[in-house]
């Protein structure tokens, strides 16, 4: 893809708390806000921002599978429910599995280079503590392929990067990559512990390394994933106003407060397909071409990641996809400390999914407003200095075993 | 017969009672697993949960439900490989259902004794009453062609005179779970004079597969555990009398039950543990093992007056604790009883009074819970007890000499052929009392 045909911003960037264990509120059997409560939250959060529901053309609320966690479809409907102002004004919900959120991104910015919008509202929505984790495998095993459920392991995710972990160990080297992935636990949870609304935000272990070099516990869980590998549980939505040059007027807003988009790659992989190589994210390396071709720079121009790590191994491998390490090599750039808060390419500054939770169908969304908070120095205790030689950030969102993918890069305005 | 024979017919007695409805559990699944298996297909398994309460066998029915459920759920990851060629049961939630099913499609809750009859193993629970045991052991042996092992639950029967009295030709053996059995750890495995040793084999075989620890013990009355339970409560009884000197009734049981937790660092105080286990069943597990015990006097006739007085402890059938010489709420101690008012007296209202007098406090103190898991705890006792050593202070005092009284007592069993060796005492004591260290230890030297 080539550059856009007209200028894309983002503006007005808002995360509920991403709720789940580890927050001092969470408690199983007490009761929690809703879908209902998360939507409003983060709708009208960015409403404030942007000078309310009447400046709004239409919405797009992203959201994986409510049907199951929460007996709740047509989740458009919920959009006028942020406020009355919405009524009668096209809303639209998408669904990619985890990858969800950067699709409902993706449709808000392909309306405004449509022209069909000028101002489109974009929500991600995920309320997962319904149910016990192990029912929870089976609702989010939905995100690959149906018949391959039966012969996949109870925890059907996780299942599956172990085996990616465990081809990569295998092929490369076993205790560089242990260390590795437990050094991005460790990435990611001191940079949730600055971030109020993280999951992980009361974490107070002493020793990350060390509960990251756990050995797995194949009988109750997976083969090569210890329970630090992998991001939680989490409830939240994340919401953030897609706008054009009109748009951004309209809103009242200055370019200081937004940030460009760039470009953007869509990938899709086939969902019966099994990953010609486990040890490579092959659509994740797709999309990111792609991103990085429409938006014409490179990936030494980037200053700060959001990735997909939904499995630690995920973060270690994206940092292959992106061209930052050579393949087998991610291992040593993670634990050279080229990801971390104060290293080459920050990664996942506000703790990434492990770190600042993964609401399914809101990471997206919740990956743009992190990037749009560092772009406009809006990070509070999470900033990062942004070098005038690397302006660029790029997200990637992924559903399923490395399936839908989308990747953006931004600038601030 | 081999082992999954001999579970393909079994009884538990008294399987609605806390201890028959935790062991029908753990046997109902381990039947079910059993029965899984591929080689099992074509073979029937049987469990009836014999009691004598209707009522009390349909809770039963749900407990079991709820318990298989959960366990189910926690061992999803294996049980979707016993389920591998249903191709009907895709999801987690489809497999851990058919699971519960099968466990419960095993279980014949039933109040016919005459169930018993086809069975080649009996778990057996009821109350801790000789003669009725003995009774029904007969009865079954008498009516039954299977020649049928009986395992007993009893904490304090010997095993060799129940064989002897329903005459079941040393087919018996001691199988002692902790309550609840489905938690706790430990199984004492206790054989009499004359039981064969086939049982004993099973027995092992059946507990490690339940991942219980197993601890023999002599056939003594009283076994291991109450050996030192029951003369740790009778030193803690009279301590606290001999306070009564001093401080009133209610302010004699809160110090030593504080000098027995806090001090000793006891998940639990003296008393607080009378109270879990029962005062009246503390009773009559006394009254049991005393004639036994000729140099001794296993008897406390302050259980006898409380007991009168009508405060007995135990449990609510939820779970929550009742009331005995301490008194709950939530689960926390919050009054003491007073004997001489009949009346609990608030803990707040003479606490500090009582702390004061027992003066400093070691400062390497720490709670239970702080060192139980603590893979450093050696090292944390080895200093906490040097510096309680040097301390003079009563509290001090009355800890020493109550740790060196469970030592005393810990020595006493394995003198006296209750336990095999010192490491079994203070393994009973870890496992199925939730210590953080043995009785005998040279801490205090
Ligand atoms: N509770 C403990 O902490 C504990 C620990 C270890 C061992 N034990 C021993 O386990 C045994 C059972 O104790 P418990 O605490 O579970 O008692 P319990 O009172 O909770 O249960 C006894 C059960 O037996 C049933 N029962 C009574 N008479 C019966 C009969 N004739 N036929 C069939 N069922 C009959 C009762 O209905 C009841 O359900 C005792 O021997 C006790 O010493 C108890």
């Known amino acids: ?413 | 017969m081999e082992y999954s024979e001999r579970l393909q017919n079994v009884t538990v007695i008294g399987a609605a009672g806390k201890m028959g409805s935790g062991i029908l559990l753990l046997t109902a699944i381990e039947m079910a697993d059993l029965s899984l298996k591929p080689e099992n297909k074509n073979r029937q398994f049987i469990l009836n949960a014999m009691d004598v309460s209707d009522e009390a066998l349909s809770g039963l029915m749900k407990y079991l439900r709820a318990q298989v459920l959960k366990a189910a759920e926690k061992k999803a990851v294996q049980l979707r490989s016993v389920y591998a060629d249903r191709t009907d049961l895709i999801d987690n939630e489809e497999i851990i259902r058919e699971y519960v099913n099968d466990v419960v499609a095993i279980v014949r809750p039933t109040t016919l004794i005459e169930s018993a009859y086809n069975s080649t193993l009996i778990f057996e629970a009821i109350k801790e009453d000789p003669a009725l045991k003995v009774k029904i052991f007969s009865q079954i042996n008498q009516n039954s062609t299977k020649s049928p092992w009986f395992y007993t639950n009893t904490s304090s029967i010997p095993i060799s005179k129940i064989d002897k009295e329903a005459n079941l030709g040393g087919r018996i053996l001691g199988v002692h779970f902790y309550n609840p059995p489905a938690i706790q750890k430990l199984v004492e495995i206790i054989k009499g004079e004359n039981t064969l040793q086939e049982l004993v084999d099973f027995a092992n075989l059946y507990s490690k597969n339940l991942r219980k620890i197993v601890v023999p013990s002599h056939d003594f009355a009283g076994f291991i555990g109450n050996g030192h339970f029951m003369r740790d409560a009778i030193h803690g009884i009279r301590e606290a009398e001999a306070l009564q000197s001093k401080y009133s009734f209610a302010e004699s049981i809160y110090i030593m039950n504080k000098i027995s937790q806090d001090y000793l660092i006891r998940p639990m105080g003296i008393f607080q543990l009378i109270d879990y286990v029962g005062i009246d069943v503390c009773q009559y597990i006394m009254s049991v093992m005393n004639p036994y015990l000729p140099n001794e006097d296993l008897h406390s006739d302050l259980l006898d007056k409380i007991l009168a007085s009508g405060v007995r402890g135990g449990q609510n059938s939820d779970g929550s604790q009742k009331d005995g010489f301490l008194k709950y709420e939530k689960g926390k101690v919050v009054a003491a009883y007073d004997i001489n008012t009949k009346s609990y007296a608030p803990i707040a209202e003479f606490q500090s009074k009582c702390d004061d007098s027992l003066g400093k406090v070691p400062a390497s103190i720490l709670p239970w819970k702080a060192v139980v898991g603590n893979p450093k705890k050696d090292d944390l006792f080895k200093a906490y007890f040097t510096e309680l050593n040097q301390t003079v202070s009563f509290g001090a005092e009355l800890a020493k000499k109550y740790a060196l009284r469970s030592r005393e007592i810990g020595l006493n069993l394995v003198k006296d052929k209750v336990a095999f060796t010192e490491n079994d005492v203070n393994t009973v004591l870890l496992t199925g009392f939730f210590h953080a260290y043995g009785p005998i230890n040279n801490y205090l030297d």
């Open chain 1, 1 to 413: 893809m080539t550059k856009l045909r007209r200028k894309v911003y983002m503006i007005a960037g808002y995360n509920t708390i991403s709720m789940g264990t580890g927050r001092k509120e969470f408690h199983p059997k007490k009761e929690r806000p809703g879908l209902e409560e998360y939507i409003k939250e983060a709708g009208q959060a960015v409403l404030q921002m942007i000078g309310g529901a009447k400046n709004v053309d239409e919405s797009v609320i992203g959201n994986f599978i409510a049907a199951r966690f929460n007996r709740q479809a047509n989740m458009a409907g919920f959009v006028p429910f942020i406020d009355e102002g919405l009524k009668y004004k096209p809303a639209i919900r998408v669904e990619g599995a985890c990858g969800t959120g950067a699709l409902a991104l993706v449709t808000g910015i392909k309306s405004i280079l449509a022209e069909t919008a000028e101002v489109v509202l974009v929500l991600g929505v995920e309320v997962q503590n319904t149910v016990k984790a192990i029912y929870g495998a089976d609702i989010l095993a939905a995100a690959g392929w149906a018949k391959e459920r039966k012969d996949g392991h109870a925890y059907f995710f996780p299942g599956k990067f172990s085996d990616r972990s465990k081809a990569y160990a295998e092929r490369f080297d076993k205790e560089k990559t242990r260390q590795a992935m437990a050094k991005w636990f460790q990435n990611a949870i001191e940079n949730a512990r600055l971030c109020p609304t993280a999951q992980e935000y009361h974490n107070t272990t002493k020793d990350l390394i060390a509960c990251g070099m756990l050995n797995p516990n194949p009988k109750g869980f997976v083969d090569s994933l210890n329970v630090f590998d992998c991001s939680k549980v989490s409830d939240g939505a994340s919401a953030i106003a897609i706008v054009s040059e009109e748009g951004l007027i309209r809103c009242g807003i200055s370019k200081n407060d937004a940030i460009e988009i760039m470009g953007f790659g869509q990938a899709e992989g086939d969902i019966t397909q099994t990953p010609a190589d486990l040890t490579q994210l092959d659509t994740t390396k797709a999309a990111v071409q792609k991103a990085f071709e429409s938006a014409g720079v490179t990936k030494e121009q980037i200053a700060t990641v959001e990735c997909h790590d939904c499995f630690t191994i995920a973060g270690i491998m994206a940092t292959e996809a992106i061209g930052f390490a050579e393949h087998g090599k991610g291992i040593d750039f993670v634990l050279e400390g080229n990801t971390a808060r104060d290293g080459k390419v920050p990664f996942n500054t506000t703790g990434g999914l492990i770190g600042w939770g993964h609401p399914t169908g809101a990471t997206g969304v919740h990956q743009a407003v992190t990037i749009w908070e560092q772009l406009t120095g809006k990070a509070a205790l999470n900033q990062i200095e942004i070098k005038p030689e690397r302006p660029y950030a790029l997200s990637i969102n992924m559903g399923g075993d490395d399936k839908t993918l989308v990747s953006i890069v931004y600038k601030k305005a």
